[in-house]
């Protein structure tokens, strides 16, 4: 059971990690080869696609599990420390809180059309 909430743990700082280089590679504090990593390991991480498919057997997760985290950490070593424990704290606010209340809104209401043209196409058959 421990194990289980380590790897939450470690999963829930990766997440947080990600945003944050991605942050930084936006940051005007953060120069050019550090920003270039930042982005580049953010937006691989953030990707769909996979250097390698996932369907391939035990190489597919070797990026996931292997190759990702090593560019986190790589990167994480580029960013100024202080900098790095900023960018940080805003992304643990940013992934605590919803992102926008209004897309909530939408979504929630695009379910309940949905669940509402189901319902009627179902009383439609009976």
């Known amino acids: ?23 930084a590679a936006r940051d005007p504090r953060v120069p050019w080869h550090a920003k270039t990593v930042a982005g580049t390991v953010a937006a691989y991480a953030l990707s769909p696609i996979d250097l390698i498919p996932d369907f ?19 990167a994480i070593r580029l960013v100024p ?19 926008s209340r209004l897309g909530m809104i939408f979504i929630l209401a695009v379910w309940l059309a949905c669940i509402i043209f189901l ?6 058959l009976a």
Request: no cysteine; proline share 4%; charged share 25%.
């Open 1 to 23: 059971m421990q194990l289980i909430s380590k790897a939450k743990l470690w999963a829930k700082s990766l997440k947080r990690d990600i945003v944050a280089l991605w942050f």
């Open 56 to 74: 391939i057997p035990v190489l597919g997760y070797l990026d996931d599990l292997l190759i990702v985290p090593l560019g986190i950490m790589l």
């Open 81 to 99: 420390v202080e900098v790095m424990i900023e960018l940080r704290t805003e992304a643990a606010k940013r992934i605590e809180r919803p992102s």
């Open 119 to 124: 319902a009627l196409a179902l009383s439609r």
